[in-house]
């Protein structure tokens, strides 16, 4: 039902079925918006939803497509002739398929690694036509970092069990050349409950203000409780500094949503 429509009460008559099922309950298939629909109210990036990725996520995440264009103007400054730029957690492929197109990356070899089958193929049609692309399925914890110049987690971290961010971290770390750059988007949690609070409250009228249908942001945050786990943002800057990273700087913020670029 949307936020505009009305329910009409019946009668009581005496022999009244049980209720109707609240949204709660309906969750179970729910519609997030964008002809995304979620099953057993679980949040999944495999079936339709790389067909409406782009689009989903362009109105629910703010200044996405800037974080976009921000990442591969700031790749320019680790990238080496012949060396290597990670993308994990890659989608479509859209952002790896942006910095392909710079004249800067001619040299660069590009590979972008996904967990989904699904969004595998999806980043392989993006990048087609791209020669210095390679799109692979596997997982941040077992990715091979050997070497690179730069790894890209644009908001993939967050959806792995917190437990595993570390080792990722330190595997990455590991893997980076002298000097290289790691860029971190997260959606990040407030040091403060009365910010957290505002944020919370802001980015709701951020996706209503984006068309979203009242229902349809419940579902979406519902089916994200189980698959995604914020940190607070200190805990994030703290852990990159642990791990040996020396420069950390927040290079993009809104709201709670937060782009960091560490270097080794
Ligand atoms: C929010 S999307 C990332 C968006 C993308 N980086 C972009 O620039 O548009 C998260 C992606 O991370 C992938 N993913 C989730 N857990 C992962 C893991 N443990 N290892 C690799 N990829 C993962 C998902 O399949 C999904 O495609």
Redesign the pocket.
């Known amino acids: 039902m949307s936020a505009h429509e009305t329910t009409v009460v019946p009668e009581e008559t005496g022999d009244e079925q049980a209720e109707p099922a609240g949204p709660a309950e309906r969750a179970g298939n729910a519609t997030v918006g964008d002809d995304i629909v979620t099953t057993n109210t679980r949040w999944s ?2 079936g339709s939803t790389p067909r409406h ?2 689009a989903h ?1 362009n109105k629910s ?1 703010p200044l ?1 497509l800037h ?2 264009e921000l990442i591969a103007k700031c790749v320019e400054f680790f990238s080496r002739p012949g060396g290597t730029i990670i ?6 492929g ?2 790896l398929a942006s910095i392909a197109r710079k004249p800067s990356s001619k040299d660069l070899s590009l590979v972008g ?4 089958a699904d ?1 595998v193929r999806a980043a392989r049609e993006t990048c087609a036509r791209l020669e210095n692309v390679t799109i692979s399925q ?4 077992s ?1 091979d970092y050997t070497d690179s110049n730069a790894v ?5 971290l967050q ?2 069990p917190p437990e ?1 961010r570390r080792l990722a971290l330190e595997r990455i770390y590991d893997g980076l050349v002298e000097g290289g750059g790691l860029f971190l988007f997260e959606k990040v949690l407030s040091p403060d409950a009365r910010l957290q609070d505002m944020l919370q409250q802001l980015y709701l009228e951020f996706k209503i203000d984006n068309g979203f249908e009242p229902e349809e942001i419940y579902n979406k945050e519902r089916s994200l409780r189980s698959v995604m786990a914020p940190q607070p943002s200190n805990d994030t800057h703290e852990l990159l500094h642990r791990t040996g990273f020396t420069g950390v700087v927040t290079i993009q913020k809104y709201l709670f949503f937060e782009g960091i670029l560490a270097i080794k």
Not at 87 to 92: F, I, L, M, N, R
Not at 138 to 141: A, H, K, N, R, S
């Open positions: 990036f495999a990725f782009d996520v995440v996405y974080g976009h993308d994990v957690g890659c989608s479509t859209t952002l690694i996904d967990i989904e969004m596997g997982e941040v914890l990715a890209i987690m644009y908001y993939t959806f792995a595993q």
